[in-house]
């Protein structure tokens, strides 16, 4: 590579990094601006919009609100989307393909034809709009991608661990238990973690299944519609914060755990 | 001989279409060291996963210990496993590795306590007790294998080519081990090895297999100095080997002509009939060098051609006088290596040194 194009490729990479990360920072920015309108120049800056995020009840309760669908639908897919993978990286079966085909497909359906399917099927077999809808959907959408973590993790587990301990007394369930499983734990982790920011992060679905109360991020959007105001930056960067710091938590976490297996 | 500790009564196995045991007919007893050996293919592992439980033969018993085991499964059956890649689990420490067969045995806590302490200490593992595998080095990883192995106290020890991922000086150390800790518990070791070394130096007993079949079955010393066929000789350690031609039986032993030289060898258990071709395994190291023609019933006159220094041994390839161009090749000690010039010498051997080879 030559002198010229190393420093032009230098500058694709600092212009996408710079695409990226300037939306972000003036949302950041604009939280702090102590006035009722978004937009430069800021002569005055204030902690006042995130006084109010955190003392005002109804989005601390949609937060919790959306904290608890993202736990009860990651729960649910981790559990069925682990069962799935242990099935499908076991022997090898007729319509094994097509079974792993069709686990995959929630992920790549459009989120907005997916929720307009859910909401036709809940309507069709009477499951109220409102918490338990929306944790279905998400529960839903969610397994392909705890089947496709798990799968690659399992697919590395070497056959002589489970025969080692077949060997030494254990029969097929304890072996799952006792060296299956603990083998799983870091992509289980890194699965749910993703599933919870997944969940925690979805508009169309809860849009879609929601009853009277919203999640945040379907909360934002009717709060956009009433106009934009710097209290929905305070929001939307504590939510970044707090995502970006659970993220990067959990891929440290799986990077050392894989590390010491 | 008492009852073998285990018979492989007529077992086969097949994958698909291809046959990786044909009928194999093997008594191990008690005690004994047997290795395995053979190239990759031949049938020696299927065996091992066979009395390990791993794979179900499509006929015949295995009986260990008077009990018929062919359709337990591995869990069920008192025989351990020492894995080829060790199959240490990375998420326990040594003893929880060590302790992992003594638990799912029902053994109570203390129990499982002393007996893992001793097994530690026997393999001299103590001091390494709450490290996880990934802290060990490859020699440490095999002693774990072999400690978590033997700590339930198998009736027989599976071994599969455990040697394989250590490198070449630490090899011969814990060949020496091996041997060692097999005698110190008295257990059985079946042991699988393409490595003729590992096999010559360990065992008691080495069983040689190729293409499912068993091409023979004897001491390491039988084997080398009275290989039954070309295969095992040219597997086993370097050799001469010489074709010619049946000429009879005098005395217990087969003439044959090679190349124009009457050769007198050590029949094997079939004798072809006179006039058909033979072949002899002549070792290395069974040449004797002469200035005179020696009183030994196989000699021959030859020229040296060429000479390589070993260090403490030299081999030299020599053409043989008067035989078409035949070739052998000999070790003698450095000194007589040295000795040899371009005078032709005189090669001499005793009939029990040419071994005649079942074709």
Known sequence: MTRSTRIFMSCIYWAFVLYVFVPLILMVLMGFKDSKFIGFPITSW????????????????????????????????????????????????????????????????????SAIAFRIYARALGI????????WAHAVHNVPFVVLVVMARLSTLPKSQIEAARDLGADPFVA??????????????????????????????????????????????????????????????????LTAVVGVWAERFTRRTNKEA | ???????????????????????????????????????????????????????????????????????LPPEKRPVNMVFQDYALFPHMTVRQNVSFGLEL??????????????IM????????????PGQLSGGQRQRVALARALAPDPALLLLDEPLGALDAKLRGQVQQELKSIQRRTQKTFFFVTHDQEEALTMSDRIVVMKDGRIEQDGTPEELYFH????????????????????????????????????????????????????TASLRLERLGFFGDRPDTANAVQARVTSKTFLGSRMAVDLEVADAAGARLRAYVDTATGQGVGDAPVWLGWDADSLAVLRT
């Open chain 1, 128 to 135: 109220e709009p409102g918490m338990g809808a929306i944790v």
């Open chain 2, 227 to 278: 290989p039954a066929s070309r295969f095992v000789a040219e597997f086993i350690g370097e050799t001469n080997l010489l074709s010619g031609e049946m000429r009879g039986v005098e005395d217990g032993r087969v003439v044959m002509d090679w190349n124009g030289h009457v050769l007198r060898g050590r029949a094997p258990a079939g004798v072809p009939r006179t006039g058909e071709p033979i």
């Open chain 2, 105 to 118: 045995k029902g053994m109570g806590r203390g129990d499982i306590v002393r007996r893992a302490d001793e």
């Open chain 1, 46 to 113: 204030t902690l006042d919009w995130y006084v109010g995020v955190f003392e005002d009840a109804e989005i601390l309760s949609t937060f919790g609100y959306s904290v608890a669908i993202a736990v009860l639908s990651t729960a649910i897919s981790v559990v069925v989307g682990t069962w799935i993978a242990v099935v499908l990286e076991g022997r090898k079966f007729w319509g094994r393909a097509a079974m792993f085909g069709m686990t995959i497909l929630p992920a790549l359906v459009p989120g907005i034809i």
């Open chain 1, 176 to 241: 799952f238990l006792r060296i299956t499983v603990p083998y799983l734990v870091p992509a289980i982790i890194g699965a749910s973690i993703f599933c919870l920011l997944l969940s925690f992060d979805d508009f169309v679905r809860s849009f879609f299944l929601g009853g009277y109360e919203p999640t945040l991020p379907v909360l934002i959007f009717a709060k956009l519609r009433s106009g934009m105001s710097p209290e929905i930056n305070a929001i939307a960067t504590v939510a970044l914060v």
């Open chain 2, 1 to 71: 001989m008492t009852t073998p500790l285990v018979r492989i009564d007529g077992v086969k196995k097949s994958f698909g279409k291809t046959v990786a045991l044909h009928p194999l007919h093997l008594d191990i007893a008690e005690g004994e060291f047997v290795t395995f050996l053979g190239p990759s293919g031949c049938g020696k592992s299927t065996t091992l996963r066979v009395l390990g439980g791993f794979e179900r033969p499509d006929e015949g018993r295995v009986i260990l210990g008077g009990q018929d085991v062919t359709h």
């Open chain 2, 121 to 132: 200490a026997f393999l001299e593992l103590d001091r390494f007790a709450d490290r996880y």
